[in-house]
Nanobody, 126 residues
Framework: QVQLVESGGGSVQPGGSLRLSCVAS????????MGWFRQDPGKEREGVAV???????TYADSVKGRFTISKGNGKNTVYLEMNNLKPDDTSMYYC????????????????????WGQGTQVTVSS
C-alpha cells in the first residue's frame, strides 16, 4: 500500500516562501511521476508541478518562475519550493504519484495520479 506523507504547509504573508515535502513509501512499482497538486473547496484538483523519473518537470502557468519542484536524495521524495507567494496560492496542497508515465502534454492531469497524500494547507494572507 502506497503511503504519501506531506509536510511544510503553513501561513505566510504575500511575497513569502514555503517549502513542501513529500515522502512516498510502500510502492511495489517504480514511480513514473510524482508531483504537487492543489484543491480549493468545491473546486477540482489541479496540477501545480510534477517531475518524472528522468527529472523532467512540468509547471502550471500560474506558478512558473515562482515554484520549483525537486527530488530528494531518496528517489521517492519530492519538494516544492514556493517563492513570491500570492493570496491566490492559498489552497490545500496534495502530493500525488503516478505508476505509469503521463502522456506528453498532459503531465499535470490529475487522472494519471492514483495515489495521494492527506494534504497540507498553504495560506497566503496579509
Amino acid at each position: 500500500q502506497v503511503q504519501l506523507v506531506e509536510s511544510g504547509g503553513g501561513s505566510v504573508q504575500p511575497g513569502g516562501s514555503l517549502r513542501l515535502s513529500c515522502v512516498a513509501s510502500g510502492a511495489s512499482f517504480s514511480i513514473s511521476s510524482m508531483g504537487w497538486f492543489r484543491q480549493d473547496p468545491g473546486k477540482e484538483r489541479e496540477g501545480v508541478a510534477v517531475m518524472d523519473s528522468g527529472g523532467y518537470t512540468t509547471y502550471a502557468d500560474s506558478v512558473k518562475g515562482r515554484f520549483t519542484i525537486s527530488k530528494g536524495n531518496g528517489k521517492n521524495t519530492v519538494y516544492l519550493e514556493m517563492n513570491n507567494l500570492k493570496p491566490d496560492d492559498t489552497s490545500m496542497y496534495y502530493c500525488g504519484v503516478s505508476p505509469g508515465a503521463p502522456s506528453s502534454g498532459s503531465e499535470l492531469w490529475v487522472g494519471w495520479y492514483n495515489y495521494w497524500g492527506q494534504g497540507t494547507q498553504v495560506t497566503v494572507s496579509s
